[in-house]
Structures are given as C-alpha cells and as structure tokens.
C-alpha cells in the first residue's frame, strides 16, 4: 500500500514537473516594423510559426478589424507563398486624401505553392497598412491556420485587459500616439525662413548704413578739396600782390 502510494506521488509529481517546464506554445503574432503610429501609415510582419511536429502549416488567412477599417492595405510579396486579397463594401465610407472610399481590405490570404512552413519554423507576411485609425488605442487581427493535414486553428479570441491570455488569441497591433514629426519640422521650415528674413533685413538695413556713410564722407571730402584749392588760390594770389 505505502509502496503504491508513494510511486502514485511520484509520478504525479514527475508530471507537475513536465508540465512546467514546458514552454507556452508560440501563436500568430502582427508586429510593427517601427513604429505605428495613430493617423499614419505602418508595415506590419504577420508572424506565423508552426506548432506541429508532423504537419506543415499551408495557409494563413488574416481579417482585418471592420470596426475600424484600413483604407489601404498591400501585402509585400513572399517567396513561395501566393497572396490575395479580399475586399469589402463598408457600411460608411472612408475619407483618404480628399476622395472617398466605400470598400476597404477586409481579409488577406496567404496559400503556399510549395511544402509551407515546416516543423521547427516560422515566417513573416509584410503588410503596408495606412491611414491607421486616430480613434483607438489597439486593432485585433483575427487570423486563420491551415495545416497540411487539414487542420485549423483559428487565432480570434480578443484579450481582456486583467485577464489570463486566453488559449488561442486574436493578434494584437499596439498604436503609438500620433507623430508630430510633420507639425515640428514645418514649424522649424517657419523658424528658419523667419530667421532667414531677419538676417536679411539686418544685414540690408546695415548696408545702407554703410552706404550713406560712405556718401556723407565723400561730400566732406569733396568740401574740404574745394576749400584747400581756393585757398591756395587765395594765397598765391596775396604773394603776387606783394
């Protein structure tokens, strides 16, 4: 009895020791290249790696967020893998550089030609995303993955802020606050143009400075040669005289 009690604690032991130390299985991720920031445009790498040791994963579908939908939308070419891109009618169109726009990316495809993402690897769709939402902090991705034996796992549960990660969730693009790149270097343009003028101004207003010197000097000179010659002429005469 003590002698299968124990080897029962044991091998419940021995796997509470397995199952810690095995690592969280890795999910489809979307990651910025930089930064992306509110209001401005982004490449984003979907980051897909395998979990299967005797499948390889042949096709992943991303749906892009319809509540705050991605006027522009263009998928980077990837060798070996054929991309195709799903557009949708919105319920209120979009303004994207004065004109606008009803129907929007709504779902982006990626099908392997060849053997897909084996065992053991992972690959990376680029995205070029734009104009990004103002009006949100986050944008969630949710995201299909075909193995080659059919299976499918589907990366859509949103993660609650406070809460455990749940056991397949959604990817998540973090937003950064909106750049002010553009406002800060128009106001250094404006600075500078500002300085520029000033500059300009002194260094006019110093030349003429200069020149009506210039000028005042020369009328005295002038003066003064005229009243040197007539009073030599004065004095020569006097001499004569004498």
């Known amino acids: 009895m003590k002698a299968s009690r124990i080897a029962a604690a044991t091998v419940a ?33 979907v980051k897909v790696p395998n979990e299967r040791d005797d499948a390889s994963t042949t096709k992943v579908e991303i749906s892009l967020p319809a509540d705050h939908p991605i006027a522009s939308v263009m998928p980077q070419p990837v060798p070996g893998w054929k991309a195709t891109v799903t557009k949708s009618k919105l319920d209120k169109p979009l303004t994207m550089h004065g004109e606008k ?15 897909g993402i084996e065992p053991g690897f992972f690959q990376k769709f680029p995205l070029s995303l734009g104009a990004l939402p103002e009006n949100t902090d986050q944008l969630v991705f949710k995201a299909l993955q075909t193995y080659s034996d ?22 998540v693009l973090k937003l950064a606050a909106a750049a ?24 006019a207003d110093s030349g003429d400075d200069t020149d009506t010197t210039a000028r005042v000097l020369g009328v005295v000179g002038i003066v003064i040669g005229i009243a040197g010659v007539a009073y030599g002429v004065f004095a020569g005469r006097r001499r004569t005289a004498a």
Not at 101 to 115: H, M, P, Q, R, Y
Not at 150 to 171: F, L
């Open 101 to 115: 726009i009803d129907e929007a990316v709504s779902k982006v495809t990626w099908t392997a030609d060849g053997k």
């Open 150 to 171: 059919k299976e499918v796992v589907r990366w859509i549960e949103v993660p609650q802020e406070g809460q455990d990660e749940p056991e397949n969730p959604a990817p």
């Open 13 to 45: 032991a021995g796997s509470a020791v397995l199952a810690l130390s095995v690592p969280a299985f890795a999910h489809v991720t979307v990651q910025p290249e930089g930064t992306a920031a509110k209001g401005g445009y982004a490449v984003v790498d």
């Open 180 to 203: 002010e790149d553009e406002h800060d270097s128009a106001s250094a343009a404006n600075a500078t143009d500002k300085a520029g003028t000033t500059e300009k101004t002194a260094a």
